[in-house]
Structures are given as structure tokens and as C-alpha cells.
């Protein structure tokens, strides 16, 4: 079975732009979650799609967005980049909501100049 | 709200010895509490979960341990190897936000040869 893809793997991008990242779950898997990670923060959490729906949301703001397509897949947006949002973006997938258990992606790298 | 710690950004022991790492919470004990593993440039994989009923758990050569007087998981990797060599996160679910996985900063686990 094909494991968490994440779409692009590097990206950079200057202050003001946006981004879309991509990330496409393990198949039978509905629920995709997003984390950044920075040196300084850790991983963060985002938030949590499963069908289609968000279910959780971390303490971000507005700039940051998520959708969920109905074949699971779901893109990440960040509108009016900052510098500070240069970071690894994780996506990770479980079979259902509230599944102990996830499998994380590679991550995009982005770059914010 | 919940913080995790984990003691050490860096460990660096001889080959063959035994690493243990530690994870420390502030806050509420969760149900349960998971080790995850990282090495640089790709997204975490997870190892070991342990629940707030089990004393200890064991998977080949790790070991983790889970305290709630304490608030605490040690987690062990016994005859280390220089492949074990990588950053070990400790990751525990935030209580207000089924799905969502708070996590530590991670110990960088360096094994000599």
C-alpha cells in the first residue's frame, strides 16, 4: 500500500504570495490532518479534515486554510505569506477520526524570502 | 493547557549501550501517549503506543514505560545501533481536540560506533 504523499517537496515562495500544498492520503484512509514544524515550535497542529469536513482546528490564523476533496485528498493553503512560515508542512493520515494512530507524509519544505 | 518536555534536545551514547529518553507533561494524564521517530528531511513514523493503564510496553529492542504520579514516559533502546540515530518525539492527544496529536520537541539521538 502506498504510503502519505505530499506534493510539492520544495517550494519557495516570496513574502506576500500564497501557496497551495497537496497531500493525498493512504487509500481507505478519511481523515488527513496538517502540522508545520519549525526548529523553534516543534510540530503544531493545523487541522483535521474527515469527510470533507473540518474537524479540528490549531492555533492559526486566518491565513492558513484547508480543504478535503471526496476522494480524501486534501490541499493546505497560506495566503499573504510571512517569513515565519517558512517550515516543514506535514501531512498525516488515519483510517477514521479520532484514530490513534497516524501516518505522516515527507512534508513540503517552504521557503518564504 | 497541556505542554510536553522532553529533557534533552541532544543524546549521544556508544554503540551497544542502552539510550532512554524522557517525556515529561504538565497538565492532565492522557489516555494514552505515543513515541514517534523522525530522521532529517522526512515526516515522523510512529513506534510505540502505550495507555494510561499500562505500565510498560515492548516492541524488539524498545521499551516505554508510562508513569502517571509522575507524569512521565521513559522510553528505551536497548544494544543501540548507529541506525537508531535519530530524533524521537513524544506525542500525546490534546484532550479538548479529539484528533489532534500535541507533541514534544524531540530528543536527537546520536549512537556512536
Known amino acids: 500500500k502506498a504510503g502519505v504523499t505530499q506534493t510539492p517537496r520544495y517550494l519557495i515562495k516570496t513574502r506576500g504570495q500564497q501557496v497551495t500544498l497537496s497531500c493525498s492520503p493512504i487509500s481507505g484512509h478519511r481523515s488527513v490532518s496538517w502540522y508545520q514544524q519549525t526548529p523553534g515550535q516543534g510540530l503544531q497542529f493545523l487541522f483535521e479534515?474527515?469527510?470533507?469536513?473540518?474537524?479540528n482546528k490549531g492555533n492559526f490564523p486566518g491565513r492558513f486554510s484547508g480543504r478535503q476533496f471526496s476522494n480524501s485528498r486534501s490541499e493546505m493553503n497560506v495566503s499573504t505569506l510571512e517569513l515565519g512560515d517558512s517550515a516543514l508542512y506535514l501531512c498525516a493520515s488515519s483510517l477514521m477520526t479520532d484514530q490513534e494512530t497516524q501516518y505522516f507524509g515527507p512534508g513540503t519544505r517552504l521557503l518564504v524570502l | 493547557s497541556q505542554k510536553i518536555e522532553q529533557n534533552s534536545e541532544a543524546l549521544n551514547i556508544q554503540e551497544g549501550k542502552t539510550a532512554t529518553l524522557t517525556c515529561n507533561y504538565t497538565n492532565y494524564s492522557p489516555a494514552y501517549l505515543q513515541w514517534y521517530r523522525q530522521d532529517p528531511g522526512r515526516g515522523p513514523v510512529f513506534l510505540l503506543l502505550i495507555r494510561e493503564n499500562e505500565k510498560e510496553k515492548r516492541k524488539e529492542r524498545l521499551k516505554v514505560t508510562f508513569d502517571t504520579t509522575l507524569k512521565q514516559s521513559l522510553f528505551h533502546i536497548t544494544a543501540s545501533q548507529p541506525a537508531d540515530s535519530a530524533t524521537y518525539l513524544c506525542a500525546l492527544p490534546d484532550r479538548g481536540s479529539q484528533g489532534n496529536l500535541i507533541f514534544g520537541k524531540g530528543t536527537k539521538l546520536s549512537v556512536k560506533p
Open positions: 479534515y474527515f469527510s470533507e469536513t473540518q474537524r
